[in-house]
């Protein structure tokens, strides 16, 4: 039997999104009946096995790795959704946005109060990915069908979406699940 | 120096009667005086006026002739307006620079001369063309340019840089202007006015009672001819109807779109009809008093209109019972803009003459309900004035007999861009696009841009519509694109112009004209993909849906109008990305920094 295959990724974020996915409850046996996880920090496969008919991305787009998940994403997946307020405009990371990077490190590495770095370097290693110039939202790096806002957006909303998106219908969020203050 | 500034600053201020209402006249003058309006200088004119020193600050920064930082004894504003970048803007631009030494922008060390841009001065059709002070210069070229520094370096007197005088007033006097009219085709209802006798149609309108005159314009079918079209008739009866101690009439002389230049050559051939006009509205509408607004890049005709009303006080046509009518009072005053295009709005040229920042405001009420000081006022283009004349000198049968079905009489064009004979040309209206760029020569026109920038651009499918209200509308402006030229440059052009005169107030207009800019210049780098289409078509829509006036209304209809005529220019720009990276996004230049702060190279996206 083929049920439809869900991707998700955590990007740069606090992992949020994710937790709200959890957060449907005992609902999660059911979209376990309706889909097929395949990469997922939920099941911990590391590596796409099959091309996958959602996607779900959630955080911004700060680092190269970032950017290479993005684009492994964008391959391998019919709809590519953009989950939660970093993942659609940046969220808290692009507040580093208005300061030249170099400032950033430095503030991080050599001249903040409670920094211990005797060599006085910015860590460089080929283990850690590199940081963009500047937080991007996942649109600007590729091509997002579907923006899901809110921090997180309510698990209400996610199963909502999800069920009206594998049902193929259009999408009708209530009031109280698109108001965010 | 202090003092000096102090003392003749009140006595500016007290020469308009410490009237608030004179402010706009007051900053000119500060600002001619000193070259600039400086900080002492807004807190003592705030002080004599008794308003609040915001109220004085915002005026001074919202207007593009007045500066608080110091200018040049001299400015030479280059117009970059489109069809001067078509007619070699660049290459002079190049000259003036390289001849002074300072960009855009920039004052001469020596503190002598002052060079920046300025959109639209009404001079398409002797492009390129530049304001030095008050003084125009015309038909420029890179030669020209290099003299010009010369002459005013040697004289600082911007009045040597005319050499030959223009045509008819152009050479008068009071003018002395190289400025050309260039009137191509004279028509049956404006221009023939420089045949009949001056002064008969006011007596025939002061026989009349008021109702009657209102009347004879409603027969006449005779609607605005700033572009709206909203019938003139309807207008005064309006005006006339509503309750008001006082009422008045206001000249609307603000022709900032671009590519409009009708109003000019009216101005100066024609001013002492366009005031006979507005006495017979005043007469009609029941006003007291008109107020001229001209654009502050006419200045140049400043003193000859001023000497036109003083000659027409004097034979007793304003003043104090004009041509021996019985309790008919009535004169006229000329308020001198300072630059911003978006005071061609009547409601924003309401608050331009009220003395503030050119505003829009909130209709209803219509200016015929409260309108200048919250009287009832009455806005009437310079072109509407003549028509009531002739309406009146011929009668309002045979000029509703004139033009098509919706719009009679007929209109004056103000032809500029890739044609061989640029300038005036008055048709009645129904005349189709097809016959006009036979006339101008250019009948390979690729694009004709009607009604300025804010009305449609049109392609050769729809060179068989014709010019009227009810089909493609105009204020006068017709520029005309040749083959050679790229749309979505124009189109950019445009949108640049909208988002540099948007007077900030509605987010829609200031932010989405911002907006519209960006995608159509994704497009035009090859980066776009066809939802950008979409979207630019949404968001225009919803601009022009949102803005609380004309300008915000319009500004996307150079992106919306091309949308519908020129798709394929568009569609052959744009792609689909489905896998991959955005267009937009180049992984190498975000990596950069990074790569140079850590000193090593991405080990994910080599290059």
Same mark, same amino acid.
Request: charged residues 25%.
């Given at each position: ?181 | ?52 020193? +915001? ?93 010009? +520094? ?264 103000? +032809? ?192």
């Amino acid at each position: 039997m083929d049920k439809p295959k869900i991707a998700t990724a955590a990007l740069t974020g606090c992992f949020g999104c994710h937790m709200s996915i959890l957060d449907i409850d005992d609902r999660i046996l059911k979209l376990i009946e309706l889909v097929d996880f395949n990469k997922s920090p939920i099941n911990d496969i590391k590596e796409f096995t099959t091309r996958c008919r959602i996607g779900i991305v959630e955080g911004a787009c700060a680092t190269e790795e970032n950017v290479e998940v993005l684009k492994d994403f964008r391959k391998h997946c019919d709809t590519l959704i953009a989950l939660g307020d970093c993942a659609v405009m940046g969220g808290i990371n692009a507040m580093r946005n208005t300061i030249p990077l170099k400032e950033c490190l430095e503030e991080a590495y050599l001249n903040g109060p409670s920094v211990y770095n005797p060599e006085k370097k910015i860590p460089g290693d080929r283990e850690i990915p590199l940081l963009l110039d500047r937080v991007y939202t996942c649109s600007e790096v590729v091509k997002i069908d579907f923006k899901l806002p809110g921090c997180p957006p309510s698990a209400d909303t996610i199963w909502t979406a999800l069920v009206a998106l594998l049902e193929n219908r259009p999408l009708e969020l209530p009031y109280e699940l698109i108001k965010y203050d | 120096m202090k003092k000096e500034m102090e003392s003749t600053v009140k006595n500016i201020c007290r020469d308009s009667g410490n009237d608030k209402i004179h402010l706009l006249d007051i900053l000119r003058r500060v600002q001619n005086q000193f070259g600039c309006v400086s900080d002492e200088a807004i807190d003592l004119i705030a002080k004599s006026l008794n308003i609040p020193r +915001v109220d004085v600050e915002s005026t001074v920064t919202f207007y593009s002739f007045l500066s608080k930082e110091p200018k040049g004894q001299i400015v030479i504003r280059l117009c970059n307006d489109i069809i001067d970048r078509m007619n070699g803007y660049d290459k002079v631009a190049k000259a003036f620079r390289e001849e002074l030494g300072i960009d855009f922008g920039e004052t001469t060390k020596d503190g002598k001369i002052s060079l920046e841009n300025t959109p639209c001065i009404g001079m398409c059709d002797q492009a390129p063309a530049a304001l030095v002070n008050g003084e125009v210069v015309t038909y420029l070229s890179t030669d020209r340019a290099r003299e010009i +520094v010369k002459i005013l370096r040697l004289t600082g007197n911007p009045k040597k840089l005319v050499q030959r005088l223009g045509d008819g007033n152009n050479a008068h006097e009071l003018v002395k202007s190289m400025v050309q009219n260039n009137i191509r085709r004279a028509g049956e209802v404006v221009f023939s006015l420089a045949e009949s006798q001056p002064n008969i149609a006011l007596e025939k309108a002061l026989a009349m009672s008021p109702v009657e005159v209102i009347n004879e314009v409603k027969t006449a079918r005779l609607r605005g001819r700033g572009g709206a079209g909203f019938p003139t008739g309807m207008k005064w009866e309006f005006t006339r109807a509503a309750n008001g101690d006082k009422k008045y009439i206001i000249c609307n002389a603000d022709e900032g779109e671009p590519g409009t230049f009708k109003d000019r050559v009216l101005l100066t051939e024609l001013p002492d009809r366009i005031f006979e006009g507005m006495t017979i509205a005043g007469y009609a509408i029941g006003a007291e008093e008109g107020i001229m607004y001209l654009r502050g890049e006419y200045e140049y005709l400043y003193n000859f209109l001023e000497a036109t009303l003083e000659k027409r006080r004097k034979d007793g046509l304003l003043g104090k019972n004009v041509m021996g009518k019985k309790e008919f009072n009535f004169d006229i005053r000329i308020q001198l803009g300072a630059g911003a295009y978006i005071c061609g709005e009547e409601t924003a040229l309401i608050s331009s003459c009220e003395g503030f920042r050119g505003d829009p405001k909130n209709r209803p009420p219509f200016p015929a309900q409260r309108g200048f000081l919250g009287y009832p006022s009455c806005i009437n283009n310079v072109e509407t004035f003549c028509a009531v004349l002739s309406i009146l000198d011929k009668g309002a049968g045979w000029f509703a007999e004139l033009g098509s079905r919706g719009s009679a009489g007929t209109k004056v064009l103000s +032809v500029s861009g890739d044609c061989q004979s640029p300038g005036i040309y008055e048709y009645p209206f129904g005349i189709t696009i097809k016959k006009l760029l036979k006339d101008v020569g250019a009948e390979d026109a690729m694009a004709v841009q009607v009604g300025g920038a804010s009305g449609q651009m049109i392609g050769e499918k729809d060179y068989d519509r014709i010019i009227c209200f009810d089909d493609l509308a105009t204020g006068g402006s017709i520029m005309i694109f040749g083959p050679q030229r790229n749309i979505l440059e124009v189109v950019d052009y445009f949108m640049e112009f909208f988002i540099e005169e948007s007077c900030g107030y509605c987010t829609p207009c200031r932010v989405g004209n911002v907006v519209l800019r960006n995608y159509l210049q994704k497009i035009i780098s090859g980066k776009g993909e066809p939802s950008d289409l979409d979207f630019l078509q949404k968001l225009g829509e919803n601009i022009k849906a949102a803005s609380r006036c004309g300008l915000g209304q319009t500004s996307p209809n150079p992106i919306l109008s091309t949308l519908k005529n020129f798709h394929p220019v568009y569609a052959a720009m744009v792609r689909e990305e489905t896998e991959g990276l955005q267009p937009t996004f180049d992984i190498q230049a975000a990596l950069r920094d990074s790569e140079a702060i850590t000193g090593r190279k991405s080990v994910l996206f080599i290059h």
